[in-house]
């Protein structure tokens, strides 16, 4: 690959400044593919920035894999503004992209516009992220006029689960279409990039095609500008993943060997020995 390939490419690219939504949009036009992966804390974020990874999302996902809640609905804005405060300190080189939770969006433009300011402004987010499609373009349009880049995300959205009556494929059939019009209609209010969960592929495939900006999949087939998943669930932490989630590594099973050699070491005296310690 050549040295100007390196510079331009958003995974694996040459670190030096963050990277913006015009990146974003070039590498849609060159037919880039590239990863994005959820972060929550600075070591992991410095982990994944250093790996190269362009888009880190701070997701409402938190909820669960952070705080410990069966759904994305618990999770606040105060919850989530010092995780991704903690995620930009961690990276230099990734956009970060904070999650407007629950109930901090709905209701209006302007209170879509005051979250997504204190993400901005408390946190140094660089976009946030809302879920929806025709019934938040208001808030969509109020974002992006103010300056603030906005990731739409359609098909499964955790945040409606108890309308959808459960973790459900999404745009099947004569709900595809309006998948389709939702994600033109997010474009055309100023949406950067849009993502999809949990929909056919064939759907996601002609939703990519029928779009300038990139679209994001996760269980939406291969045919998506990106790919996103939750770190946990890649790394293997997840005991029951969804069958979108391929696992890279078991670090739930590395981790158990780990503190279990530690523990062992403690009860038998053989930690610490006297090069881990103080004389």
């Given at each position: ?163 959808f009556g459960g973790y459900r494929v999404q745009g099947r059939g004569q709900a595809g279409e309006e998948l389709m019009a939702d994600a033109k209609d997010l474009q055309a209010a100023g949406a950067f990039s849009v993502v999809l969960e949990c929909v056919p592929a ?78």
């Amino acid at each position: 690959m050549s040295s100007t390939s390196q510079s331009t490419a958003l995974y694996g690219g040459k670190a030096g400044r963050r990277i913006t939504v015009r990146d974003i949009a070039a590498a849609k036009e060159r037919g880039e593919k590239w990863p994005m992966v959820t972060a929550y804390d600075a070591m992991t974020a410095r982990v994944f920035d250093e790996a190269g990874i362009p888009v880190m999302l701070v997701g409402d996902s938190a909820a669960m894999v952070v705080y410990g809640y069966d759904s994305t609905l618990p999770v606040t804005v105060d919850d989530l503004l010092p995780l991704t405060a903690a995620v930009v300190r961690g990276s230099s080189r990734a956009m970060v992209v904070a999650d407007l939770p629950f109930g901090s969006y709905q209701s209006s433009p302007q209170q879509a516009l005051e979250t997504a300011a204190r993400f901005m402004k408390e946190a140094g987010a660089h976009a946030v992220k809302l879920e929806g499609g025709r019934r938040v373009l208001p808030q969509v349009e109020a974002l992006v006029s103010a300056g603030i880049p906005v990731m739409a995300h359609l098909g499964l959205t955790p945040q409606s689960v108890n309308v959808f009556g459960g973790y459900r494929v999404q745009g099947r059939g004569q709900a595809g279409e309006e998948l389709m019009a939702d994600a033109k209609d997010l474009q055309a209010a100023g949406a950067f990039s849009v993502v999809l969960e949990c929909v056919p592929a064939d759907l996601a495939e002609r939703v990519t095609t029928s779009l300038a900006i990139p679209t994001i999949g996760i269980g939406a087939g291969p045919a998506t500008d990106a790919q996103v998943l939750v770190w946990q669930d890649l790394m293997g932490l997840t005991p029951h993943p969804a069958k979108f989630v391929k696992q890279y590594f078991n670090l739930h099973e590395a981790m158990d060997r780990a503190v279990r050699a530690f523990a062992e070491e403690v009860v038998s005296g053989a930690f610490p020995t006297p090069a881990h310690s103080y004389s």
